[in-house]
């Protein structure tokens, strides 16, 4: 008998939605024409494309000429941290913390290479950022603060309201990776003193590939790339017309649902953290209110994180260890080692990350699945005691 399949990854990534699909369909067929065409076929892209913008500004509460396309949360990343640096008359500081998605921080690896000085705050051991530790950081050249809305791995809610007043008090320019909050949490604009904001449709239910700046009106950043006009010269080259079309139609969507998801994925993930919770010698990592409402990150005692992801696809359930991006390398991931786990309980870590095609009888699933191959891993574990 064909196995079930429980797809639990969806902080890696998200099926796309069947209208999402209808949405971009046409421009992948007839409607191929060059939004900077002046002919008829150019003009109706670009009026599409127009409407994404709208309704992705209109998501977020913004002024759609203060939405830039990408190709994704990378570069989005890359776009405000080095764009903004590179605006700078001379070498400053820049505030970020040590569990931003690799993004930011390779990116603030560089720019020390370039001559700014970066602080990399700390977090508690659920994972939070301290504003008091971001103030004592601000120094009289801190020219930007970059901090996560969410973390990627654990879950954990930033105060980013706290920390982008405390950036605005003091002159500095604030941006935020929301790549894992847009589409999942309210995220308004005029609500948060953020300057930058980074969104990406694959972890919404659109397609990969294709993502979106805020940039808040006024706040000058230098391009990465030359060379046509498109993004108002800010990412040039030509459009990835269906990606575009996409995001505005899945962010749409997610949003008008938000309340109701939240709510039930809520409830779905404090079932599976309850139900794993029971199982002997397992950790809850992250903070256990403030997180991603389908957030949930464990630590199995004694046993790999790795061998329990193989055990779990073979009963056709998928998740993952550590972050997508760090798995497949041996060192613990920077955020488990930031909260304060040793490297051993960091090994056997899993996330398990619910979307709205998750249903309780997935949770149930995985609970029947996962404690007898935890039981059976560590049976043969040396490391785990026997007595
Ligand atoms: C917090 C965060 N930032 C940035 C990214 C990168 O986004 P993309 O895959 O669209 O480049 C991810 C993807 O996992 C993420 O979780």
Do not use: W
């Amino acid at each position: 008998m064909k196995n079930r399949l429980v797809y639990m990854d969806n902080g890696a990534t998200t099926p796309v939605r069947e209208e999402v699909l209808e949405a971009m369909l046409p421009f992948l067929q007839d409607q191929y024409g060059n939004p900077s065409s002046l002919h008829t076929q150019g003009r109706e892209v670009r009026r599409a494309i127009d409407e994404a913008r709208e309704k992705t500004a209109c998501v977020l509460g913004a002024d759609p000429a203060e939405i830039f396309f990408t190709s994704g949360g990378t570069e989005s990343n890359n776009l405000a941290l080095r764009g903004t640096a590179r605006k700078q008359a001379s070498a400053g500081h820049i505030i970020t913390s040590g569990i931003e998605h690799h993004a930011v921080l390779e990116v603030c690896h560089d720019l020390e290479n370039e001559g700014h000085r970066v602080t990399y705050l700390p977090v508690d051991r659920f994972g939070r950022i301290d504003p008091a530790a971001v103030e004592a950081a601000i120094a009289p050249d801190t020219f930007l603060i970059s901090i996560m809305a969410a973390n990627n791995e654990v879950g954990t809610l930033q105060p980013i309201l706290e920390i982008g007043t405390l950036a605005r008090e003091h002159g500095i320019l604030f941006h935020t990776d929301a790549v894992q909050v847009v589409g999942q949490r309210p995220v308004n604009v005029n609500d948060l003193p953020i300057d930058y904001l980074s969104l990406s449709a694959h972890k919404f239910n659109g397609p990969k590939g294709v993502g979106a700046l805020y940039k808040r009106k006024g706040v000058k950043i230098t391009p990465l790339y030359r060379g046509g006009s498109q993004e108002r010269k800010l990412r040039p080259g030509t459009e990835n017309v269906p990606g575009i079309i996409g995001l505005g139609q899945a962010l749409e969507l997610a949003a008008a649902e938000i309340p109701y998801k939240m709510e039930y994925l809520t409830s779905l993930r404090d079932q599976l953290i309850e139900g794993l919770l029971k199982i002997e010698d397992v950790i809850l990592n992250g903070h256990p209110q403030e997180r991603l409402p389908g957030n949930i990150n464990v630590s199995f005692k004694y046993i790999e994180g790795e061998s329990i992801l193989l055990s779990l696809d073979l009963q056709g359930i998928a998740a993952s260890s550590g972050s997508a991006c760090s798995s497949g390398s041996l060192e613990p991931s920077h955020v488990l080692s930031a909260i304060g786990l040793d490297q051993q309980t960091a090994h056997g870590s899993i996330r398990f990350s619910l979307g709205r095609y998750n249903n309780e009888a997935d949770i149930e699933y995985v609970l029947e699945k996962i404690t007898p191959i935890v039981e059976k891993l560590r049976q043969i574990s040396p490391l785990h005691k026997t007595d």
